[in-house]
């Protein structure tokens, strides 16, 4: 029985089929969702992002990802908290679900291939390596 999900979101429309395959998952009553998205160190955001104007600031960001995760609690019928940090993806993905002693981990695929993924390298891949229970990953459309 799946008594606890941690589920990792992260862009728009990957988390919107994310939160869809959750749905369709037949999730008994007494589980509990864990809705998380982690945020890259801020060190990292700014080599990334360096050469390019930020849209938004830390904080806007921060408020938007929360509202739209709380939004998706609003969806889900079963137990549901809420989980935003910052650090690296993968390991923070498996740390929350070594707390939460999950039975299950839900993240997305970006779908990347060849040198786009060995250069931005895959969270997903990572996640179902090193995690100590089952991974589903979605892929997108």
Do not use: W
């Amino acid at each position: 029985m799946l008594k606890t999900i941690v589920v990792a979101l992260d862009g728009l429309e990957l988390a919107e089929r994310v939160i869809l395959t959750l749905q369709e998952l037949i999730v008994p009553e007494p589980s509990k969702v864990i809705l998380c998205h982690v945020f890259p160190p801020p060190d990292v955001e700014r080599e990334v992002l360096a050469d390019r104007p930020h849209p938004e600031s830390a904080e806007v960001s921060y408020l938007h990802i929360e509202k739209q995760l709380r939004s998706y609690q609003q969806e889900l019928s079963v137990s549901t908290e809420v989980e935003l940090v910052t650090g690296d993806p993968a390991e923070e993905i498996i740390r929350l679900a070594n707390i939460y002693q999950a039975d299950l981990i839900v993240i997305g695929s970006r779908g990347l291939t060849g040198m786009k993924r060995i250069v931005q390298g895959s969270v997903s891949s990572q996640v179902v390596e090193d995690a100590a229970c089952s991974v589903l990953v979605v892929k997108p459309k």
